[in-house]
């Protein structure tokens, strides 16, 4: 398939129709972050200030992802952040999988532009669709996985981590080991 360069790919995702999100949602929030990262970090999908903003991870689980970002020595602008689905689902429920196949090609042409090293699953929708579809994200997060020239990585999502305090050292691990894969990438000089 042929990618979409990003103006015809912004312009296409933020008038889909594809699915019935687009009936419901304000903005569809396409991602935001440097274009030439290498370390992208997708979510499940806008919750309602990301709908209002059109912003992904604006909201306080937004807010827990730039302190961890900031954490591995970086800033937001540094990285990519997208979603599996680029508009809300009602009520923040996990997508469907008519709705998160619908989009998933926005964003995988999305990840062919940028070419990161490293993509951070945040959660069980991400990993379902980035890593594995019948994996348990408390069973594989933390644990590196090398495909197609990427490392793949899952955690828990930062609005489980508000939910449930004993998310919040494993999350901060996790990062750790981010930051530890991107040292290890640039003293190779593979960043
Ligand atoms: N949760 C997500 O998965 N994505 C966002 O952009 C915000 C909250």
Redesign the pocket.
Known sequence: MAWLNWDDLEKQCCQCTKCALSQSRKKV?FGEGNRNASLIFV?????A??DSTGR????R??QLLTKGIEAIGLKREDVF?A??VKCRPPGNRVPLEEEAQACIPYLRNQVALIKPRIIVC??A??MKYIIDNNARISEIRGQWIERKGYWLIATF???ALLRDESKKIPFWQDLKKVKEKINELSAGNLL
């Open positions: 929030v979510g499940e999908g806008p919750g200030d990301e992904p991870f604006v909201g689980a937004g952040i979603n599996i945040l959660g929708t991400a999502h930062p609005a």
